[in-house]
């Protein structure tokens, strides 16, 4: 075998790539697990699918929103495991900037090193030799290497696969389910057929993966395990016994990563949201946080029916309101500013004529719809309470009880999300009180809700009757900026 002389900088590459690929498998299995039903349309309509992996039946008789839909999975197989979609997002995020750093510097350095000609084939003869390299596996024989190269010729062909389209289609798919980016560049995520599609793509991404590593594994031990790793750990062939003892201490290193992560993402999630989540967060706000909604989809891509996260509020005071169409409602806005007032929906409608926008939802859990939705933006209800300088936030309270309303939510206590007061600037920032053309039904929120459409849909309160105007949220509710962020470790800025 011609000899395989793997730089150093490569090694490292390859074991840092193992660790970063395998959390990105977990906790992307977590990801899934919130919602695992795949769809090409982005109305996600339930029983179109076109794969599940889940064996709950949603009731056909009673309200049920898509919270019902989440599935536990092991956490074998997924980090953490157990309904943890805050955890998974967390290990996901900070896991997808650990690979891209690592996927960076291993493009810079295989081209400064002329390392790419390993990979990269230079005549196209390769394709039909790569096909004789199957027939010939296949019939369980070994093909002859490339002349004057260590591979064969679908070897080079699948590494040059893997590293310069499969990894940067992951990436790709992987951004177009960001609400910013979607929000910003509504034609990016056309490019993958839509919402639903990019998400089905970044899946079969990961079966990709999966099935190149079964293979991968499988082709070093029949090549022989020891050789390679202590090509891939020493860069030569030294000692095979020493070389293979410390193929398994790297792979329990790996192991031993995970296995703390899980661990401290089930005992103590709270430390794991701060500590990850203000990694991820200056990336998030450095990048994602200027892409405002400029998003304007045509009435016949609206979804026949939008789907529903939430339970609308369960007591006399609410229902009794609903029936006079909302006349008794108020809104409260108050706080830290000029000009505290109550508005009623009369008001609301009244201030200035009603902005449309339809639009692309987007559920932190990856389902997603179309709806038009009608309101005030939100700029135009701060205009005119006239914020004293020092409010940074803005509260929306709801007349939601979670605990009353949703016995088996994960938590309990008013609904509430705290939104920072810069993005209420956005054009598409919108206090709704309609949608599709008609009053805003009670599943949606009835009377008022909001819509921030750069940012993911549990942002977006429904319910609402009051706005607080604050310059801290450490002292409501547990602190973190909203109800998700507190029971269920979301982050409170979530441009992905
Ligand atoms: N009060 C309240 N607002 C809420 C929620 C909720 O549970 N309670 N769920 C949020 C989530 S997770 C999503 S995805 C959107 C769903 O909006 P929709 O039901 O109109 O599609 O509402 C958000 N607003
Ligand atoms: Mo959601």
Redesign the pocket.
């Known amino acids: 075998m011609t000899e395989l002389d793997f730089p150093a900088w490569l090694r490292i590459e390859h074991w840092l790539n193992v660790l970063f690929i395998t959390l990105l498998i977990r906790s992307g299995i977590e990801i899934l697990a919130s919602y695992p039903k795949l769809f090409w349309r982005d109305d996600s309509k339930p029983g179109e699918e076109w794969a599940r992996f889940t064996r709950k039946t949603m009731p056909t008789d009673k309200l049920y929103?898509?919270l019902d839909e989440e599935e536990s999975y092991s956490s074998i197989i997924a980090l953490p495991g157990h309904k943890k979609l805050g955890m998974g997002r967390h290990w996901h995020f900070v896991s997808v900037m650990g690979w891209i750093l690592v996927g960076v510097a291993y493009y810079v350095l295989l081209f400064a090193t002329g390392q790419w000609r390993r990979y990269i084939p230079m005549s196209w003869s390769i394709v039909p030799e790569a096909w004789t390299d199957v027939v010939t596996y296949l019939s369980f024989n070994l093909p002859p290497l490339l002349p004057g190269e260590p591979l064969d010729a679908i070897q080079k062909l699948t590494y040059a696969g893997v590293i310069f389209l499969l990894a940067p289609f992951q990436i790709l798919t992987g951004a177009a389910q960001s609400p910013a980016v979607e929000a910003r560049f509504p034609w990016y995520v056309q490019l993958w057929g839509g919402r639903q599609s990019a998400r089905s793509l970044h899946f079969l991404g990961l079966l990709a993966f999966i099935v190149f590593i079964i293979v991968h594994l499988f082709m070093v031990f029949f090549w022989s395990w020891g050789q390679l790793n202590a090509l891939m750990i020493f860069g030569h062939v030294h000692n095979l016994n020493w070389a293979i003892g410390c193929s398994f201490g790297i792979i329990a290193g790996i192991v031993a990563i995970h296995v703390a992560a899980t661990v401290w993402s089930l005992r103590s999630p709270r430390s794991v949201q701060k500590v990850l989540g203000a990694i991820v967060r200056q990336a998030r706000l450095g990048l994602l946080r200027p892409m405002t909604s400029r998003q304007d989809y045509s009435n016949r891509t609206i979804s026949g029916e939008?789907?529903?996260?939430?339970?609308p509020p369960d007591c006399t005071a609410y229902k009794v309101m609903a029936v006079h169409n909302f006349a008794d409602w108020r809104l409260d806005v108050g706080g830290l500013v000029e000009n505290p007032r109550q508005f009623t929906l009369d008001d609301l409608r009244g201030m200035r004529e009603k902005q449309d926008q339809t639009v692309l939802?987007n559920?932190?859990?990856g389902w997603s719809?179309i709806?038009k939705w009608s309101g005030l933006p939100l700029r135009d209800l701060v205009a005119a309470v006239r914020p004293l300088p020092d409010a940074k936030y803005i509260c929306f309270l709801?007349m939601?009880e979670?605990g009353r309303d949703?016995p088996s939510a994960e938590g309990v206590g008013q609904?509430y999300?705290v939104l920072d007061l810069s993005l209420a600037d956005d054009p598409q920032t919108l206090l709704a009180y309609e949608m599709n053309g008609d009053p805003l039904p009670i599943?949606?929120?009835a009377p008022l809700?909001l819509r921030v459409e750069n940012q993911?849909?549990?942002?977006?309160?429904?319910?609402i009757d009051r706005m607080e105007f604050i310059d801290d949220y450490s002292a409501i509710g547990k602190g973190m900026g909203g109800?998700?962020e507190d029971n269920v470790f979301y982050d409170k800025d979530v441009e992905v």
């Open positions: 929103d898509t939008h789907r529903v996260n939430g339970k939802h559920c932190v859990q719809s709806g709801t939601q979670t949703d609904f999300e599943k949606h929120g809700r993911v849909g549990f942002k977006m309160a429904k319910w109800w998700r």
